[in-house]
């Protein structure tokens, strides 16, 4: 039963490979989300998608690219992977409310990428 | 750009006792939001508070927002060993684009 859920938990590869990490989430939410925490815990908004369509892409190299076959799912594909690529990526949703309100995001485990 | 700075980055004290943390930001907010992330886990949201409210509680949590010093304060009291996290506000401009801003954090550690 869970809520939103990442695959791998842990990540380890060399210089130049290509890797993805899935996130799926049960809890019928129309937003997801990729974030980027660093070294120093630092949480970074990479992108966010509604319905399968992007929404925020924040001056993320273009190496990074999400895709949502259907809204309950948003990968992240990474294309040769770079030292400064290691971190932990976090997956999150959250549901639509009227317009101008915000809702609680509710994150995933997280996935420890380390680039060797 | 980075929205919220909290204040300490660390904390500890002693089981029982009460933790302060504060939070400030730049810019005119829509809600603000604390997070806890306890180590090597995902960020679990604690509560949210509108820029229209001032104080908003949650069991042992106390949140307060001041938005004419652009600044937050997460309030828990009679700590536990086990609100031993790092502890995150975020924030949701006004008028901005609609995404999240996370603050560096705040560490907690509360001793047996």
């Known amino acids: 039963d869970t809520a939103v859920s990442q695959t791998p938990k842990y990540l380890v590869t060399q210089m130049g490979n290509d890797k993805s990490i899935k996130c799926e989430q049960n809890?019928?939410?129309?937003?997801m989300y990729w974030y980027k925490q660093d070294s120093k815990k630092f949480l970074k908004i990479m992108f966010s998608?509604?319905?399968?369509?992007?929404?925020i892409n924040e001056t993320v190299p273009n190496r990074f690219s999400p895709k949502s076959p259907d809204k309950a799912h948003l990968n992240l594909h990474i294309n040769s992977l770079e030292l400064g690529d290691s971190a932990v990526y976090f997956c999150?949703?959250?549901?639509?409310?009227?317009?101008?309100?915000?809702?609680?995001?509710?994150f995933g485990p997280g996935t420890r990428l380390t680039v060797l | 750009s980075q929205q919220g700075e909290e204040d300490p980055q660390a904390l500890s004290i002693q089981e029982g006792e009460n933790a302060t943390m504060n939070c400030s930001y730049k810019?005119?907010?829509?809600?603000l939001q604390w997070y806890r992330q306890n180590s090597g886990r995902g960020l679990v949201h604690l509560i949210l508070?509108?820029?229209?409210?001032r104080e908003k509680h949650s069991g042992r949590l106390r949140v307060t927002l001041d938005t004419s010093k652009k600044s937050s304060s997460l309030l828990i009291t009679a700590s536990r060993a086990a609100d031993t996290a790092s502890y995150f506000c975020?924030?949701?401009?006004?008028?901005?684009?609609?995404?999240?801003?996370f603050g560096k954090g705040t560490k907690l550690t509360v001793n047996p």
């Open positions: 999150a949703s959250s549901q639509d409310l009227p317009s101008g309100t915000w809702d609680e995001q509710f």
């Open positions: 809890l019928g939410h129309d937003t």
């Open positions: 998608y509604n319905n399968k369509e992007l929404i």
């Open positions: 810019t005119s907010i829509n809600n």
């Open positions: 508070i509108r820029s229209n409210e």
């Open positions: 975020a924030t949701i401009t006004q008028g901005g684009s609609e995404k999240l801003v």
